[in-house]
């Protein structure tokens, strides 16, 4: 799915996806654990691009360690 950059809202998961390169089912899992701001209204994901802009730097703006999400852990 291609996103056009300049558009301000994402209204689908689909296009909250592809706005952050294609992740998948299982990484978009994870960012909402990791707090991504995003809202769900009736199962439908909705976010900002500004939002989810200020998220991913304040994520990656500092050396962390690695994140493991309760049940994601390789046996």
Not at 9 to 19: T, W
Request: hydrophobic content about 40%; aromatic content about 10%.
């Amino acid at each position: 799915m291609a996103i056009d950059r300049g558009k301000e809202f994402l209204m689908s998961k689909d296009e909250i996806c592809a706005y952050l390169g294609g992740i998948g089912d299982a990484l978009f899992a994870r960012f909402l654990a990791m707090k991504m701001p995003v809202t769900c209204i009736e199962g439908r994901y909705y976010a900002h691009r500004e939002n989810i802009d200020a998220w991913w730097k304040a994520l990656t703006s500092k050396q962390r360690p690695e994140i493991t999400i309760q049940g994601s852990e390789k046996a």
